[in-house]
């Protein structure tokens, strides 16, 4: 029975949408039609979409996962900025990485999409958020010039904004907010079950949960 009851949490999607929702609609989505590109510093790019290791270098292809909208839409707007310096931020979420880093991964996308990469700047040392924005820190403030006095576009998942946008302000670099890769819509979806879903939401959400506390209790946030 236990079991049965824990199937049925784990793949009603009510059951994990009630929670991830207000984790995604946290942090608001800036509104670009309100800015101009003299306005904005550059895109950020965060890792967490690229399987890496070593399945680029075995197969000499990109191997993308399930948050691929973070790479869609740094592609789009690589592609209508293309005066703006972007960078990647990410080696591996993995403990112990292996083989070709996401930002190198990356870097090769962007050369296969045909995209000018003469603003680009790749950070391939970074495993986790906070590692992401400590380690582009240098980077942004030699962008510009020493003091980051615009703010740069964030592109990262919905669930992931929050913690992101938090370490970002910790550090004292501004950041105006691209959430992608939404898991939830605006109402909840009474009749759906769907044990893959309900799995990969649950991990999310508790993966950022715990990610949250964690930043937190160490005053990383």
Do not use: C
Not at 138 to 157: D, F, N, R, V, Y
Not at 159 to 182: E, N
Not at 205 to 215: D, K, M, N
């Amino acid at each position: 029975m236990l079991a049965l009851l824990d199937l049925l949490v784990l793949g009603w999607l009510p059951a994990s949408e009630v929670l991830m929702r207000p984790l995604e609609n946290s942090i608001s989505k800036t509104d670009l039609a309100k800015l101009s590109e003299g306005e904005i510093s550059g895109i950020i790019i965060l890792g967490g979409a690229i399987r890496g290791g070593e399945i680029e270098l075995d197969r000499g292809e990109v191997s993308i996962s399930s948050s691929a909208e973070r790479l869609t839409k740094a592609l789009e707007f690589i592609r209508k900025y293309p005066d703006l310096p972007f960078i990647f931020s990410g080696f591996s979420g993995r403990i112990s990485p292996k083989g070709m880093s996401e930002a190198d991964a990356f870097k090769q996308l962007v050369q296969e999409q045909g995209l000018n990469d003469k603003n680009g700047h790749y950070e391939n040392q970074s495993r986790n958020t906070y590692e992401n924005v400590t380690f582009m820190k240098p980077m942004i403030l030699e962008i510009g010039q020493g003091a980051p006095s615009k703010p740069w576009l964030l592109i990262t998942s919905a669930s992931h904004m929050y913690r992101s946008v938090k370490i970002f302000q910790k550090q004292g670099v501004a950041v105006l907010p691209l959430p992608v890769d939404y898991q939830t819509a605006n109402s909840l979806q009474w009749t759906s079950f769907d044990l893959v879903d309900g799995a990969e939401n649950w991990n999310t959400l508790l993966h950022e949960l715990i990610g949250i506390f964690a930043y937190w209790i160490t005053g990383k946030i």
